[in-house]
């Protein structure tokens, strides 16, 4: 009955929240005068529910990922109405609209990792140094963020992900209606790999050391000669590969990322050693 009473706390208090800012919107956009102030007291209100984890830029509905343009449109009001805030720390001159946060207390965060206001990080998650976390993302239970690992504007990391060191996650805000990045959960993303431009992977997929994935680029299962775009399927397993081209005068191999394998064709699908599958292969 309590946790009853707090969502329904909660919704009337985001609906509130939405409905201000989306009045601010329309005032913006119609050039007619607003209170800024007003502006940003709410703005500040949508920042501090994104930390919580209480709204995200990205709602699954009936399947299918669904992106809340208010709350993008939102973040970047802030990125323009935001004031400038300067402060210093070992002698070192720092400047932002955004104030950067440390752990909760619920997840295990190291010096050196910056973690940017508005951004969710889950219970016993782990963000090694030198990692940043920029607004918006949500990054869910259990997971690891390692070192040097960017997780973009808005990106979406599910329960136990493994983000690898000097990876990134693409992030977007412009435009608003973009879908981000979605990474699943039981995802695996080796090192140097770079996931962009809203690109989705599904649960239980795994990324090979320095793959890249964008919005054009073809994935291509050679188990069964399908092709897929912006999409990784469940348990899919990923490494770098080549494509070959030929042009009038040339040869060409033009990197594409190989579906090699899946999960639940592997001994033990919970245990997933890159070297043992590749002698196989």
């Known amino acids: 009955m309590r946790v009853m009473k707090e969502n329904e706390n909660n919704d009337k208090q985001i609906s509130a929240i939405r409905e201000k800012i989306e009045n ?9 005068p607003f209170s800024e102030k007003e502006l940003l007291r709410y703005l500040k209100k949508l920042l ?3 930390e919580s984890g209480l709204i995200r830029v990205v709602d699954k509905i009936d399947n299918q990922y669904m992106v ?27 400047l932002d609209k955004f104030q950067y946060r440390g752990s909760d207390g619920n997840f295990r965060f190291l010096p050196g990792s910056i973690l ?5 990080v889950g219970k016993g998650t782990v963000v090694m140094p030198p990692s940043f976390i920029n607004v918006g993302a ?22 136990n992900c493994h983000i690898s060191a000097g990876t990134i996650i693409g992030g977007v805000l412009e435009p608003a209606v973009a879908r981000p990045v979605i990474i699943e959960d039981n995802v695996f993303v080796g090192g140097n790999c770079g996931i962009y431009e809203g690109v989705i992977i599904k649960k239980g997929a795994v990324i090979g050391t320095g793959t890249i994935i964008n919005g054009s680029t073809p994935i291509i299962d050679i188990t069964n000669n399908k092709v897929y775009f912006k999409e990784v399927p469940e348990n899919a397993i990923i490494v770098p590969g080549a494509r070959q081209k030929k042009s009038e005068n040339d040869t060409y191999f033009i990197q594409v990322p190989l579906i090699i394998k899946y999960r639940d064709q592997l001994k033990d699908p919970s245990k997933v050693d890159l070297n043992d599958i590749l002698h196989d292969f």
């Open 48 to 50: 501090n529910l994104l």
């Open 116 to 120: 940017r206001e508005g951004a969710f």
């Open 138 to 159: 949500y990054i869910d239970e259990k997971s690891m963020v390692d070192s040097l690992a960017l997780i973009g504007s808005c990106a979406q990391i599910g329960k």
């Open 24 to 32: 601010l919107l329309s005032l913006e956009e119609e050039k007619k």
């Open 68 to 94: 809340n343009e208010w709350v993008k449109k939102a973040i970047l009001l802030f990125f323009k109405y935001g004031k400038i805030r300067k402060w210093k720390e070992d002698g070192i001159i720092y």
